[in-house]
Each structure stands twice: as C-alpha cells, then as structure tokens.
C-alpha cells in the first residue's frame, strides 16, 4: 500500500544537526512533491518545506531558511530533512507528508520522527 | 505573514452536530482544507478543497468555505471523532498554512 516510513528516534545537543529520511512505497515517487512538517509538544502543525521528487526543486519556509536542507534520492524514493544549529525550541515531531497530485492537500503522511534537542 | 485563526475547543454531545471554524483574510479566495488528528497518530485529511471528501472518509463530514471563514461540520458527532482538528490554507501567493487547531471533545 501507499506509505510513507520516516527513521526513528533521534537526540541531539544543541548546536548540532539532525538529518531525517522518509521512505516512500506503493507509489511511483518521481510523481509527487514531499513536504517536511513539524509540530512542538502541544503546538501547532508548521511547514518546513518542500521538494518536487521528480525535478529536485526545493522551497523552504523562510523561519527555516539557512537551516534546512531539503534532498531527495530517487533511486532509493527516499526524501531527505536536514536541519542544523539545533536549539531546545526545535525539540518536536517531524512529519512528511505527500501532497496529492489532484488537489491542495497532504494526502499520505509519514508516523512522524521525534527529535529531542537536550 | 498569513494567519489562520481557530477556536481551542468545542464541545458536543454524541449524535449532535459539531461545527468548527477556522478565520483568516479572505479565506474564501483560497482553497481550505482540514486534517484530523488523534493522540499519538499522523494527522488524516478529511476534508480537501473547501468541501470535498476523499475516499474513506465518512459522510458525516462537510466542509464550506466562503468571506474570511472555513467550516468544518461533523453531523452526528461519534465518540471515534474526539480528536484535534486543523484547517490548513492553499494559494500560489502563501506557504501552506495551519490553523492553530480545535479540541473537538464528544461528551
């Protein structure tokens, strides 16, 4: 079935950096745009940013830019959020999130990564 | 920057309609589209371009969108639809954008 599978868990020191994968199955990967989301303990869903997995061309949300690094391998259908000089505040779960080639919307979403910056 | 405004919570009794809003600047001129939420879990769309259903989702959901507010509506509210609920923002001239998100708790 149509799945997105992010790596797990990770812990970081502040001032670090953290790259997270999301894996995607069941669906031809070049075809569709992944979008990296976040969410703090008890805050609200945030866009990071994107990638069109077919041509590669990446946006980020302008709180992150300079600080994330969206990538992606198609050989491997696989997408790629790096995010750097952590701080506590970045402390959250990171998703992503398939967006539907038919309408504006996520349609498929991965479990999430929680990444804890202590 | 582009901001969506939604109600902490609501509260419904089961079997009862449940309507939850989300404001912002001519919301209307954009397409809204609203995710559900459970504890632990990955956000669900259940509503897409103001008022559509995708697939699998059931019929008690309804969406609108019209002026500076989008409406969610659950009719016939069920215990299994206790859950955060947020709307989210579509526009060539914004990023995608979250509401801050609604408590709905069935009681």
């Known amino acids: 079935q149509v799945q997105l599978v992010q790596s797990g868990a990770e812990v970081k020191k502040p001032g670090a950096s953290v790259k997270v994968f999301c894996k995607a199955s069941g669906y031809t990967f070049t075809d569709y745009a992944i979008h990296w989301v976040r969410q703090a303990p008890g805050q609200r869903l945030e866009c990071m940013g994107w990638?069109?997995?077919?041509?590669?061309?990446?946006e980020s949300s302008q709180k992150f830019q300079g600080r994330v690094t969206i990538t992606r391998d198609t050989s491997a259908s696989t997408a790629y959020m790096e995010l750097s000089s952590l701080r506590s505040e970045d402390t959250a779960v990171y998703y992503c999130?398939?967006?539907?080639?038919?309408?504006?919307?996520?349609?498929?979403w991965g479990q999430g990564t929680m990444v804890t910056v202590s | 920057s582009y901001e969506l405004t939604q109600p902490p919570s609501v509260s419904v009794s089961p079997g009862q309609t449940a309507s939850i809003t989300c404001s912002g600047d001519k919301l209307g001129d954009k397409y809204a589209c609203w995710y559900q939420q459970k504890p632990g879990q990955s956000p669900v769309v259940v509503i897409y371009e103001d008022s559509k259903r995708p697939s699998g989702i059931p019929e008690r959901f309804s969406g609108s969108n019209s002026g500076n507010t989008a409406t969610l509506t659950i009719s016939g509210t069920q215990a299994m639809d206790e859950a955060d609920y947020y709307c989210q923002a579509w526009d060539s001239s914004i990023a995608e954008v979250f509401g801050g998100g609604t408590k709905l708790t069935v009681l």
């Open positions: 990638i069109n997995a077919g041509n590669g061309k990446t």
């Open positions: 999130a398939r967006e539907a080639v038919d309408y504006d919307a996520f349609d498929i």
